[in-house]
């Protein structure tokens, strides 16, 4: 998502502290890593002019940037803003190149304080450091599913996108989650640079890829899907996959609407790193639905399904779809004014990143 359309989304709470509301919604695909950038991300001199600028420019940097510090400072903010919100299970995909080693421990304790169920992974990526980078991220998983014991926490095998991992990455992604009984949680087709790289490769998409290197065992989930077809998407549906649209992400990105998605009935809402308001998500869904040109071959109460699927998935993850947090209030405006002072070091160190 570009900087400018998030940091228009954050309305700050004013008061102390607050109770959920009476919806218990699931976030489907999120960054929790992203939870500070409404507090006064710089604007880029030069604005990125397509999603891989976008990428490069703005959450690669931010994500390079995060310490330990400012990840528990963005994850108590933004499951902070979800619980108000009325999100009380977040399913996460994280990255902080400079701090892998527990930092899904960071993330489920700041989840566990909120009051917020959580299911998280490390996207394995080699753009940073290559085979070894993605080796410390696919460890990380292993290392974070292993030892949890939180009843509110779940782990995944996570990867950045397909286009930024080698073969060899892909298939030690998926051997790792049928050995830990678990799904991947990817990027898929987000943009059309992810097919283009696929093809580079030898491969039809990158869907194609994935399943080739046996990288999408059942219960996976396949984030975004908007460069897929049709028979794409009854492939990962009759494989057991989930796909999650991101409505909002996808709008400020400028990557198209997942038309093909209307061929599933295992589709999901996302947030993609905005906040977990999910009817302030469901709202982008229809009006972006309704601006598609040509039009979207589903109807309102169809597109109203996502959520209910959030739920569907959530179910497969814990058993049990609704989810109350224990602690009834949080100090909000603390979580905020202790997010406000992270931010400014994460600037800091945002800006020394070339």
Same mark, same amino acid.
């Given at each position: 998502?570009?900087?400018?359309?998030?940091?228009?989304?954050?309305?700050?709470?004013?008061?102390?502290?607050?109770?959920?509301?009476?919806?218990?919604?699931?976030?489907?695909?999120?960054?929790?890593?992203?939870?500070?950038?409404?507090?006064?991300?710089?604007?880029?001199?030069?604005?990125?002019?397509?999603?891989?600028?976008?990428?490069?420019?703005?959450?690669?940097?931010?994500?390079?940037?995060?310490?330990?510090?400012?990840?528990?400072?963005?994850?108590?903010?933004?499951?902070?803003?979800?619980?108000?919100?009325?999100?009380?299970?977040?399913?996460?995909? @994280?990255? &902080?190149?400079?701090?892998? +080693?527990?930092? #899904?421990?960071?993330?489920?304790?700041? *989840?566990?304080?909120? %009051? =917020?169920?959580?299911?998280?992974?490390?996207?394995?990526?080699?753009?940073?450091?290559?085979?070894?980078?993605?080796?410390?991220?696919?460890?990380?998983?292993?290392?974070?599913?292993?030892?949890?014991?939180?009843?509110?926490?779940?782990?995944?095998?996570?990867? @950045?996108? &397909?286009?930024?991992?080698? +073969?060899?990455? #892909?298939?030690?992604?998926?051997?790792? *989650?049928?050995?830990? %009984? =678990?799904?991947?949680?990817?990027?898929?087709?987000?943009?059309?640079?992810?097919?283009?790289?696929?093809?580079?490769?030898?491969?039809?998409?990158?869907?194609?890829?994935?399943?080739?290197?046996?990288?999408?065992?059942?219960?996976?989930?396949?984030?975004?899907?908007?460069?897929?077809?049709?028979?794409?998407?009854?492939?990962?549906?009759?494989?057991?996959?989930?796909?999650?649209?991101?409505?909002?992400?996808?709008?400020?990105?400028?990557?198209?609407?997942?038309?093909?998605?209307?061929?599933?009935?295992?589709?999901?809402?996302?947030?993609?790193?905005?906040?977990?308001?999910?009817?302030?998500?469901?709202?982008?869904?229809?009006?972006?639905?309704?601006?598609?040109?040509?039009?979207?071959?589903?109807?309102?109460?169809?597109?109203?399904?996502?959520?209910?699927?959030?739920?569907?998935?959530?179910?497969?993850?814990?058993?049990?779809?609704?989810?109350?947090?224990?602690?009834?209030?949080?100090?909000?405006?603390?979580?905020?004014?202790?997010?406000?002072?992270?931010?400014?070091?994460?600037?800091?160190?945002?800006?020394?990143?070339?």
């Amino acid at each position: 998502m570009e900087m400018k359309e998030k940091k228009e989304e954050e309305k700050p709470q004013r008061h102390r502290a607050v109770e959920i509301r009476g919806e218990s919604f699931v976030n489907a695909h999120t960054h929790v890593y992203s939870g500070l950038a409404p507090l006064g991300m710089p604007a880029l001199a030069t604005p990125p002019r397509n999603f891989i600028e976008i990428l490069q420019k703005i959450w690669w940097r931010l994500d390079r940037a995060l310490d330990e510090k400012t990840l528990r400072a963005s994850a108590r903010y933004y499951m902070a803003e979800a619980r108000a919100a009325g999100t009380t299970t977040v399913i996460d995909h @994280h990255e &902080s190149p400079n701090f892998i +080693d527990g930092a #899904l421990d960071v993330l489920a304790n700041a *989840a566990e304080g909120i %009051g =917020v169920r959580l299911v998280t992974c490390y996207g394995a990526t080699e753009r940073n450091g290559g085979r070894e980078e993605a080796r410390r991220g696919l460890r990380e998983c292993a290392r974070f599913i292993r030892a949890n014991r939180r009843a509110n926490v779940r782990g995944m095998v996570g990867l @950045h996108a &397909s286009f930024t991992v080698s +073969d060899e990455t #892909l298939r030690e992604a998926g051997d790792l *989650a049928r050995e830990l %009984g =678990v799904g991947v949680h990817v990027h898929v087709a987000e943009d059309f640079a992810d097919v283009d790289d696929a093809r580079t490769r030898g491969y039809p998409g990158p869907l194609e890829r994935l399943f080739t290197l046996h990288a999408l065992p059942p219960g996976s989930i396949v984030a975004h899907g908007v460069h897929l077809d049709r028979v794409q998407v009854e492939a990962a549906t009759s494989a057991g996959c989930w796909l999650v649209q991101n409505p909002r992400s996808n709008e400020a990105n400028r990557v198209g609407y997942p038309r093909a998605l209307a061929a599933s009935d295992r589709v999901g809402l996302g947030t993609d790193g905005f906040p977990s308001d999910m009817a302030k998500e469901e709202s982008a869904l229809f009006d972006s639905a309704a601006r598609s040109t040509p039009a979207v071959p589903e109807s309102r109460d169809a597109l109203s399904r996502r959520l209910a699927t959030n739920r569907d998935i959530a179910r497969s993850l814990f058993g049990h779809a609704p989810y109350a947090p224990s602690a009834p209030t949080m100090d909000v405006q603390e979580i905020r004014a202790h997010a406000e002072e992270a931010a400014k070091h994460l600037w800091r160190r945002m800006k020394e990143i070339a």
